[in-house]
């Protein structure tokens, strides 16, 4: 029972940061009806971010002040990449959309592979262990789950809050009359491409903290949040969180009962059936 509750504990603080790096995609879906498929990549781009500015190899600076420059410059990577590859195909079919962000996929893994090889990189930083009864928790996870936490925090503030946000919020709701009401729908559209790529990026940051990566990492959490976004529903920030503290206390417990390799098998065997069954997933989409 102490390892099952260790490993439970641990398998949500790492759910938090699933649920933010899902958190990014479903902003993005929600907002423009655009699955980004560059959702991987970016991720390793926060990964190597953090690395290089905190890393014994780069600025040294810390890894949580590092992050906020990550997160900025997600932020702008964003809103380039919106006006880049997805601007001129909003209005065109699914599949249009689908092809042009892949395409921005592949070439990041292109240039990453060329630039930083694909051997696996560690970030060498450690913030101890907090000791609750029976359970040990590493302190960088409970950093990131709480970081996450905030950052979700602040997205919400500013989405129901603010004046940018309510902006967004009506262009999603209805584009045309949003431009009617002199909102500039381009605008706002790039800046919510821009915060689903910062999400995805400090998601990755908070990663690099506790886990060794690469440029190709990214693809298996990209794989994760399209299972948090279903599980959760599309375009439903607070469905992402959600699901991604589900999915991370699966992969907490499941070891404990079964071999590791078992994991993936039962997430996609999961989205598979939220297909099935609740195609909305389970708290709708928004």
């Known amino acids: 029972m102490e390892q099952l509750f260790a490993s439970l504990a641990d398998g949500l603080l790492i759910g938090f940061v699933y649920g933010l790096a899902a958190m990014g995609l479903t902003l993005i879906f929600g907002v423009m009806d655009v699955i980004n498929l560059g959702h991987g990549p970016i991720i390793a781009l926060g990964m190597f971010g953090v690395f290089f500015f905190a890393g014994s190899t780069g600025w040294g600076l810390n890894p949580y002040l590092a992050l906020v420059i990550v997160a900025v410059l997600g932020l702008i990577f964003g809103m380039i990449m919106y006006f880049v590859a997805v601007h001129r195909v909003l209005n065109a079919p699914h599949l249009s959309s689908l092809l042009s962000t892949f395409s921005v996929n592949m070439m990041i893994i292109g240039v990453g592979t060329a630039l930083f090889t694909t051997s696996p990189r560690n970030l060498e930083f450690s913030l101890g262990s907090l000791q609750l009864g029976p359970v040990n928790l590493l302190g960088t996870r409970v950093m990131a789950a709480l970081i996450a936490v905030l950052v979700t925090a602040v997205l919400y503030v500013f989405l129901y809050r603010t004046q940018p946000g ?18 500039p729908s381009t605008k706002m559209l790039a800046l919510s491409f821009g915060l689903g790529t910062m999400l995805a990026a400090i998601a990755g940051g908070l990663i690099a903290t506790f886990f060794s990566f690469n440029i190709l990492a990214g693809g298996v959490y990209e794989l994760k949040s399209f299972v948090i976004v279903v599980l959760g529903g599309l375009g439903n920030p607070t469905g992402a969180l959600i699901g991604g503290l589900i999915l991370g206390a699966m992969e907490g417990v ?28 389970l708290l709708g989409g928004r």
């Open 166 to 183: 309510k902006a967004i919020r009506a262009v999603a709701n209805n584009r045309d009359a949003a431009e009617l009401m002199g909102i």
């Open 254 to 281: 499941v070891p404990t009962f079964m071999p590791v390799s078992w994991v993936p098998v039962i997430e996609f065997v999961l989205f598979v059936v939220i297909l099935l069954v609740r195609p909305t997933g």
